[in-house]
């Protein structure tokens, strides 16, 4: 009963964070089999004004999986903050609106793509669900 609180939840941290004015930034693999979309829309919509992608093909370890691209959004998104917003962030246009683009890199010689989803503060959260469960053949 009087034992101090140990941990936060993850809401209060988040909490906390915007009080403390922590920059935020999200990355989320879309084909994580444990953190699913609909946890970092969650997330999105506590902390608005953080900028969220969303990463294809990539799943829980996108850091590891595609470090090229996680690398060019957070060198980005470090910019961003150190220019005081000077500097657009990474695949933006409006910062309200939601964006997709297809970013290449190269690895060990070949090339490679992937699909970098930026949702901005005016996301429809309904389209974003229902597009995180569209079968990879309807996108074809």
Known sequence: MFAPQGELSFREALSRCRMNNVPICLMYGKEDPWVKPVWG????????????YQISPAG?????????VVNYLLRGWIKN????????????Q???????KDLEFVREGSKKSVMVRFLGSKISLWNLIKSSF???YQMM
């Open 41 to 52: 829309l969650q997330v999105k919509k506590q902390v608005p004004e953080a900028p969220y």
């Open 60 to 68: 829980h370890c996108p850091h590891d999986e595609v470090p090229e």
């Open 81 to 92: 903050l150190e220019s005081k917003g000077a500097v657009a962030l990474p695949l933006l």
């Open 94 to 100: 409006d910062m309200e609106t939601e964006i997709s």
């Open 134 to 136: 569209k079968s990879p």
